[in-house]
């Protein structure tokens, strides 16, 4: 059998390195499976200490919690390592669920723990994960002075959605422009539900800011984040006024389908407006060889609810072939039967019958659940 010639120019037999190399991978493998086993048992231990303190912990926090002067500073000097780090859970875990004077009453308690001064010495920091945890304490405390008094610029969009919260929730946000410049001014990538939840309630009362941002930037964007931007739009519920929505019809005729599908729900909620009433650019819209977004632009003109809407979702349906996009074109429609021709159930068939039995259900769950608890 061949081998190996060893450092001495000595032929090495092939088994013997095989045995030297399963000896060495056996070894790791060992060493490997002690180490688990003793991380397990300590990460036992210290989770079976916790646990032993966190029930004692809890009920000196809420007997402190309801008294006159619950001398925190006192207290937590007396805590121990493991003892300040399951108060500091339990003072999060209650944060979230306490409000008015009891959780003005608990925020001293993140003080006496040096909470703040630590976020401050995070933010200053590197790492994303220290600036969201610094940014969610002082959120959680109604403190943003250390965050106001840091040079920390967010740059993520997690980061940027925690700033906003913080600024938000703790009035300091100058308004929804202040926010939305946070957000959206020069960002890369997209954000998760949380910040997406976050661009949709600073817009809510003031849509203007977030609208002038999409009509000036939206081409910049990646097309995951204008999706989202859009999804936001979608929800707003509120009246634009006299915004230019040129951006968004735009949008309508991009490659992406999903742009597409998502623009024309933007729009449904915006109303009926004279910037979108050309005939021309309708059929269009009606005429997009996605089912996905002529199911959209169904739901749009189903949205919109007047005459002229209504006449070209009729027409559009007629002659539409996708089952899918037939079913959300006739769940719009029957959301208007109140101000449609009585003879467009002929017209459309089975499809209209189907979509008024689940609209008649849908009320049902909706409205009798409501009269059997009420």
């Not at 306490?98 to 040096?114: M, R, S, T, Y």
């Not at 735009?250 to 009926?272: D, H, P, Q, V």
């Not at 632009?297 to 037939?326: C, F, I, K, N």
Request: aromatic share 8%; proline share 5%; charged share 30%.
């Amino acid at each position: 059998m061949a081998g190996a010639v060893g450092a001495f120019g000595y032929e090495v037999p092939l088994i013997v390195i095989l045995a030297v190399v399963a000896l060495v991978i056996g070894l790791l493998l060992t060493v490997s499976f002690y180490i688990t086993i003793g991380w397990s048992v300590y990460r036992s231990v210290v989770d079976e200490r916790r646990d032993r303190v966190r029930d004692d912990l809890r009920e000196a926090l809420l007997e402190r919690l309801f008294a006159d002067d619950p001398g925190w500073e006192e207290w937590v000097e007396t805590l121990s390592g493991t003892e300040r780090r399951v108060t500091e859970s339990l003072l999060d875990e209650f944060l979230r669920e306490l409000d008015g004077g009891d959780k003005a009453q608990l925020q001293g308690l993140g003080v006496a723990l040096g909470i703040p001064d630590r976020a401050r010495k995070q933010l200053d920091g590197r790492g994303e994960f220290e600036h969201l945890d610094a940014l969610t304490w002082l959120t959680l405390l109604g403190d943003p002075d250390p965050y106001l008094e840091s040079a920390f610029e967010p740059e993520t969009p997690r980061e940027r959605a925690a700033t906003v919260t913080l600024l938000s929730e703790t009035d300091s946000l100058a308004d929804a422009r202040q926010g939305v410049s946070i957000l959206l001014d020069d960002i890369d990538g997209q954000f998760t539900v949380f910040g997406q939840d976050t661009l949709h309630r600073i817009s809510r009362s003031d849509p203007t800011p977030l609208l002038e941002a999409a009509r000036r930037e939206y081409r910049s964007w990646n097309e995951p984040l204008f999706a989202q931007v859009l999804a936001v739009c979608a929800n707003l519920e509120t009246s634009v006024g006299d915004q230019d929505l040129s951006w968004l019809t735009a949008a309508l005729e991009t490659e992406n389908e999903a742009i597409r599908a998502a623009a024309a729900r933007a729009l449904g909620s915006f109303g009926w407006r004279e910037t979108v009433r050309d005939r021309a650019f309708l059929e269009r819209a009606v005429g997009d060889p996605s089912p996905r977004v002529r199911g959209a632009v169904y739901e749009m003109l189903g949205a919109w609810g007047d005459q002229p809407a209504l006449s070209v979702l009729l027409y559009a349906l007629v002659s539409e072939t996708h089952p899918r996009a037939v079913e959300r074109g006739t769940a719009a429609l029957v959301d208007r039967r109140d101000r449609i021709d009585p003879d467009t159930p002929a017209v459309l068939g089975p499809a209209w019958d189907w979509s008024v039995e689940h609209a008649e259900y849908d009320d049902m769950a909706r409205h009798g659940s409501k009269r059997v608890y009420s």
